[in-house]
């Protein structure tokens, strides 16, 4: 049987020909100036020029502060100045790093002090927490706040007269232009290098996987802080599109913006594709252009049901900060896969191995870690030479990540490495239950999580989180514990049931940040389903 590939790819670099990021916004910009690059939800509207303009002027000031190669962290919510920051800051050939507004003193401290920075450029609310920080960062010298009428918020710093043109900046392909902080499995964050070939990388095989044009129009529902808002953008400015944006995921606001600002693609992450469903149906559902989204964990029971309801193709796809995209579902395979649970097929120019814990390939079907190989990976871990030579022992990305891969090429992803609950000598894949609880009409999201017992080694613990109206009186745990049962071998079904009102501690890649569920004495707060209800025989 032939390996299913994505045969309609094109040629390796067909889809992006520039040499830096900064070259793709100078072209593009000069090509279409009046065409907007971004399009935010409630109207306001930045032509490429105003764009360019803005980045250059922001530019020149940077760069008469510092030398290349200098950090400057960024902390701010989904404001234009965001994008014109960040690409002033890699123009000037310095190193934008990426916080997220809602961090506190101690893990923005974290970042500030790993990354040594040099300047800082906030909202007025985030900037009340790096002030905090700074007094222990001496290096940290300037705190530039956006704060007023949008996008003019860094009008400030920065004039025509010492303006830093884009086709003048210099900067080289290899140089590090990124660094994103990735939460591990122990231990802090570590600061992700990605240099201008990733993002040229990631740009190019998403523009020719999906065919994007003059005429697309992209949907941004993520925080700014993550990559793939400005990878969305790049892609953007490269085909030619406008990326549509909101200024955070709301799914009471999602299909008009959709519908209103003609979106014709989207990349979706999380939990986004259940929310969709579990709001109420609306004529908006078909109203709209979409003709296909790109997301992360396709529910594989509710696939079939999403595509019927909305009337465009989800493709799953997997991937990393570290690794660009790695697997999708081909276009052309989509209907036959529909429910299938697949993540699809190894991306153009992109290898892969399923191997066990002795780095030695694992048959078709076995269950192993994930190992890529491919063009333009990160260049290392800030700081940290050893987990980046860990990570990439053999010349080998090592994902964490358990997946199969059966007769045809489809990979289906089977949960984190470290995220095996062993239970009596049972093996239980985290995300199998967390696939079967969040089909619960009740339930908004939920993590699974081991705790140690003394009898069978680890037990099966569930995180909560109810849909908006619902709580632990309208959803009680037996009705939980029943639902399981229905769809799960007993030695499955959680043990122990924790109800949140607030979303989870989320990784950049929007995975819940498990790290933080296990701290603790984790059975304190739980409700015990041998405590609660029959004895099980298990």
Not at 164 to 186: F, H, K, M, Q
Not at 315 to 332: C, F, H, K, Q, V
Not at 361 to 368: I, Q
Not at 520 to 533: N, V
Request: net charge negative; hydrophobic share 40%.
């Amino acid at each position: 049987m032939s390996l299913v590939k994505h045969d309609d790819a094109g040629a390796p670099w067909s889809g992006v020909g520039c040499k830096t990021v900064i070259e793709i916004i100078d072209r593009a910009c000069r090509a279409q100036p009046d065409k907007p690059v971004m399009v935010f939800e409630e109207g306001l509207s930045i032509s490429r020029r105003q764009f360019q303009a803005q980045i250059e002027r922001f530019a020149g000031y940077i760069a008469r502060r510092t030398k290349p190669g200098d950090k400057i962290v960024l902390m701010m919510d989904n404001r234009a100045e965001f994008m014109i920051a960040l690409f002033g800051v890699i123009a000037a050939r310095c190193i934008l790093v990426s916080i997220n507004p809602a961090a506190q003193v101690d893990d923005a401290g974290h970042i500030v002090r790993d990354s040594a920075s040099v300047l800082a450029i906030a909202g007025a609310e985030e900037a009340k927490i790096l002030r905090k920080v700074q007094p222990d960062n001496p290096e940290l010298k300037e705190i530039i706040v956006v704060e007023g009428a949008e996008p003019d918020g860094l009008a400030a710093y920065g004039d025509d007269a010492h303006r830093l043109p884009l086709a003048d900046a210099g900067c080289e392909r290899d140089e590090v232009a990124n660094i994103y902080y990735t939460s591990g499995t122990t231990g802090r964050p570590k600061g992700c290098l990605l240099h201008h070939g990733w993002w040229l990388r990631v740009c190019d095989i998403h523009i020719r996987l999906l065919k994007l044009s003059r005429s697309d129009r992209s949907l941004c529902c993520m925080p700014f802080y993550y990559a793939d808002p400005a990878f969305q953008l790049l892609c953007s400015l490269q085909s030619g599109g406008t990326l549509v944006i909101m200024r955070r995921f709301s799914l009471s606001r999602f299909w008009r913006v959709v519908v209103d600002n003609g979106v014709t693609e989207m990349l979706l992450i999380a939990s986004m594709p259940i929310l969709l469903l579990k709001g109420e149906p609306s004529p908006l559902d078909r109203q709209h252009k979409v003709r296909a989204a790109v997301s992360v964990a396709v529910p594989p029971n509710l696939h079939r049901e999403f595509v019927q309801r909305f009337g465009f193709p989800i493709l799953d796809n997997y991937g990393s900060t570290e690794a660009t995209i790695n697997t999708r579902i081909p276009m052309e395979r989509h209907d036959e896969m529909i429910g299938s649970g697949s993540v699809g097929v190894a991306m153009p120019e992109c290898e892969l191995r399923i191997v066990d814990d002795q780095d030695q390939d694992l048959p078709v079907g076995k269950v192993g870690e994930l190992l890529v190989r491919a063009p333009d990976l990160f260049v290392g871990y800030l700081n940290r030479p050893e987990a980046f030579a860990e990570t990439m022992r053999g010349g080998w990305f090592h994902t964490g990540d358990l997946l199969r891969v059966d007769e045809r090429g489809f990979y289906y992803f089977m949960g984190r490495k470290k995220d095996v609950i062993r239970r009596s000598g049972e093996n239980i894949a985290a995300t199998e239950v967390e696939d079967v609880l969040r089909t619960h009409p009740k339930i908004m999201e939920v993590a699974v999580v081991p705790v140690p017992d003394p009898i069978r080694g680890e037990e099966v613990k569930a995180y909560i989180l109810p849909t908006d109206g619902n709580s632990e009186v309208t959803l009680p745990p037996a009705e939980i514990i029943a639902y399981c049962e229905e769809r799960l071998a007993r030695f499955k079904v959680p043990r122990y049931l924790e109800y949140r009102d607030t979303d989870f501690p989320r990784t950049p890649s929007m995975r819940v940040q498990k790290e933080s569920l296990k701290e603790g004495d984790l059975t304190a707060k739980a409700w015990d389903r041998e405590r609660h209800a029959k004895p099980s025989k298990s």
